[in-house]
């Protein structure tokens, strides 16, 4: 096993790691900047290392801090969590080349599919449909135009290097790609260090489903599908497992692609397939891989009774895949609220604080993710994500049933929240009726805030 692991990360997942980490009876570092030298993961892990400043780059961004921390801690493992590095080749071979072990695929991986172009040409190869576009990078915008002939309109410029909902812009005819796409590789470039972009279709009302895998570099499992649909900016802000969208068939077709894939890939780690889901058609396109854990990990576990975080260490410590497909069974449906210090009543304005406050529901089937405390300051120099709701029911209305009563059972003080959003969403026939695409929440926002506006 592994003897000490250092988390190059903050937040509920630097908490929910040092978790995993403590039921095997691995040692933790935290490394932290200044501004969470008071957080819940510097207060639980048994070392805490100060990386640097709070700005991103000089601390969780800054490869050559973590290694240092990492040699003075004694550590032999770095797990990067999700965000900063933890999809950045360089980092994993530097920590590689310091003789340490990455919790995750391999430099060579995490470069291929991280390139969002060349992992849809692996898809390809594998035989898993994408979605139509270029066949990779485009040269130009005279290479774009060429191409989007064959691609048709609308479609998407996406950045290969892109990830976070950032870096896609649409263009609904040839005028405005010609508009769009010099922005589109200046922003690319400014966002992600590379001006390479790549065409794609634009899927009408799809619906985001993706595939969490586990691989042992030999084999490969799913652990089913998470819906991911409702989104807000092509961010995720509620998920759930199982997709209400598929049936037995596709569900397996879907599921068994993802495995094919990995296993092209030679997989190691815990790792997610991307796709959309044309629910008119039955089709579904593969959009791209998260080499590393995901926030909505967690309904995955829920619905496997699998602990993903604890896989990903063990695999890294060199195990092998202790299940077969077959051993893998899905109970019952779980769904992920994520709550964020933003105002959903003036247009999701970030709302950082101090928690005052503090009350998580409990039950049967209620898991919460959270690293806040009471009198915690949540800085402003991160990701606005508080807390992850997470609740499990034997089938999806049991699991909404739990949800509303988690939402009704929460204090949380001290600054605005995406609490009554969840709320909302809950009460929304569409919602429960899971009749929605990756545009529903955006209409009913805007049409919610025309009606505020009266
Ligand atoms: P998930 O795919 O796990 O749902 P998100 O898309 O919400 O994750 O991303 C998790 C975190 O990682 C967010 O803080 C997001 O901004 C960040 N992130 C993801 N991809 C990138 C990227 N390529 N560059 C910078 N930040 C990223
Ligand atoms: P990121 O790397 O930022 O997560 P993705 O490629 O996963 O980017 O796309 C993010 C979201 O953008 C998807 O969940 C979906 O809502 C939307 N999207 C991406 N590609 C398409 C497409 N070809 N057609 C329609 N919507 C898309
Ligand atoms: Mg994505």
Redesign the pocket.
């Known amino acids: 096993m592994l003897k000490k692991l250092l988390i190059a990360n903050r937040g509920e997942i630097a908490v929910r790691i040092i978790r995993a980490a403590r039921s095997l009876g691995i040692p933790t570092v935290a490394a932290c900047s200044e501004a969470d030298a008071d957080s819940l993961a510097a207060r639980q892990a048994d070392e805490v290392y100060i990386i640097g400043p709070a700005r991103a780059d000089r601390s969780y961004l800054n490869a050559e801090a973590l290694l240092q921390a990492a040699r003075d801690s004694g550590a032999d493992s770095i797990h990067p969590g999700?965000?900063?590095l933890?999809?950045n080749a360089a980092f994993a071979e530097a920590v590689a080349d310091a003789g340490l072990i990455f919790v995750g695929p391999d430099a060579q991986t995490i470069r291929r599919m991280g390139d969002k172009a060349e992992a849809r040409r692996t898809a390809m190869a594998a035989g898993v449909p994408v979605v139509p576009g270029s066949p990779g990078e485009l040269e130009n915008l005279d290479a774009a135009l060429r191409c989007a002939e064959d691609v048709g309109y609308p479609l998407l410029i996406k950045a290969s290097?892109?990830?976070?909902?950032?870096g896609i812009r649409i263009a609904h005819d040839a005028d405005e790609l010609r508009r769009e796409f010099p922005i589109a590789q200046r922003e690319a470039q400014a966002a992600?260090g590379s001006d390479a972009v790549y065409l794609e279709r634009f899927i009408r009302q799809a619906r985001h489903i993706e595939v969490q895998i586990l691989g042992d570099g030999e084999r490969a499992v799913h652990l089913f599908e998470r819906e991911?649909s409702l989104q807000r900016r092509r961010?995720?802000v509620f998920e759930e497992a199982p997709s209400a969208a598929l049936n037995g068939a596709q569900r397996e077709a879907l599921c068994t692609s993802a495995v094919r894939l990995a296993e092209s890939l030679g997989y190691r780690g815990a790792g997610?397939l991307e796709y959309l889901f044309d629910s008119h058609s039955g089709e579904f396109f593969f959009i791209e891989m998260?080499t590393?854990?995901?926030?909505?990990h967690p309904v995955s576990e829920m619905v496997t009774g699998i602990d993903l975080v604890q896989s990903m260490l063990r695999i890294a410590a060199g195990e092998k895949l202790e299940w077969s497909q077959e051993d893998i069974r899905l109970e019952g449906a779980a769904l992920e609220m994520r709550i964020n210090a933003e105002d959903p009543e003036r247009n999701f304005f970030p709302s950082p604080g101090v928690v005052e406050s503090l009350g998580w529901p409990q039950g049967e089937g209620v898991r919460v993710d959270s690293h806040l405390y009471p009198g915690y300051r949540v800085p402003a120099y991160y990701?606005s994500?508080l807390a992850k709701i997470i609740v499990h029911g034997k089938d999806r209305a049991e699991a909404f049933a739990r949800a509303q009563q988690a939402l009704e059972d929460t204090t949380l003080t001290g600054m605005a929240t995406t609490l009554p959003l969840h709320s909302w969403l809950l009460a929304d026939p569409r919602v429960q009726s899971a009749q929605f695409d990756t545009g529903t929440l955006e209409t009913w926002l805007a049409e919610r805030a025309a009606v505020a506006e009266v």
């Not at 290097?161 to 950032?166: D, E, K, N, P």
């Not at 590393?292 to 909505?296: H, N």
């Open positions: 999700y965000g900063f933890s999809e290097a892109g990830g976070g909902g950032r992600f991911c961010q995720k997610t998260n590393r854990i995901q926030v909505e990701d994500l």
